[in-house]
C-alpha cells in the first residue's frame, strides 16, 4: 500500500509559477509511475502529466505541454510538478497518483494510489 500527499498548492497570479509536491510512503512492492491529474467541480478528473520510475519518460496533456514540467526523485520518495506561465484555467484541485508498473498512462483507471489534493488558484 502507498500513500501520498500533494502540497504547494495555493493562490498565484496569471503568469505565475507554482511547484506542487507529492510524498510517497508505504510498503511498494513494484518501481511505480507517478501521474498528476487535476479536477474542477462539475467536471471530470483529466490528466495533467506523467513519470515512469527512472524518469527517463514523460508524457503530458497537450493543456499544459511546454509550461508544466513533471519530476521526481526516487532516494526522497517524492514527485514533483513545476508549473510557469500559469493561466486561470489551470485553476483546479491537482491530484497526485501513482501505478504499480512503470509506464506511461493518461487513464485515471491505470492508477492505483491516489493522494487528497492541492488546490491551485490562478486569479489576479
Known amino acids: 500500500q502507498v500513500q501520498l500527499v500533494e502540497s504547494g498548492g495555493g493562490l498565484v497570479q496569471p503568469g505565475g509559477s507554482l511547484r506542487l509536491s507529492c510524498a510517497a510512503s508505504g510498503r511498494s512492492d513494484s518501481n511505480y509511475a507517478m501521474g498528476w491529474f487535476r479536477q474542477v467541480p462539475g467536471k471530470e478528473r483529466e490528466f495533467v502529466a506523467t513519470?515512469?520510475?527512472?524518469?527517463?519518460?514523460?508524457f503530458y496533456a497537450d493543456a499544459v505541454r511546454g509550461r508544466f514540467t513533471i519530476s521526481r526523485d526516487n532516494a526522497k520518495n517524492t514527485g514533483y510538478l513545476q508549473m510557469n506561465s500559469l493561466k486561470p484555467e489551470d485553476t483546479a484541485v491537482y491530484y497526485c497518483?501513482?501505478?504499480?508498473?512503470?509506464?506511461?498512462?493518461?487513464?485515471?483507471?491505470?492508477?492505483?494510489?491516489w493522494g487528497q489534493g492541492t488546490q491551485v488558484t490562478v486569479s489576479s
Open positions: 513519470i515512469i520510475w527512472g524518469g527517463s519518460s514523460t
Open positions: 497518483a501513482a501505478r504499480r508498473v512503470s509506464r506511461i498512462s493518461n487513464r485515471i483507471s491505470d492508477y492505483d494510489y
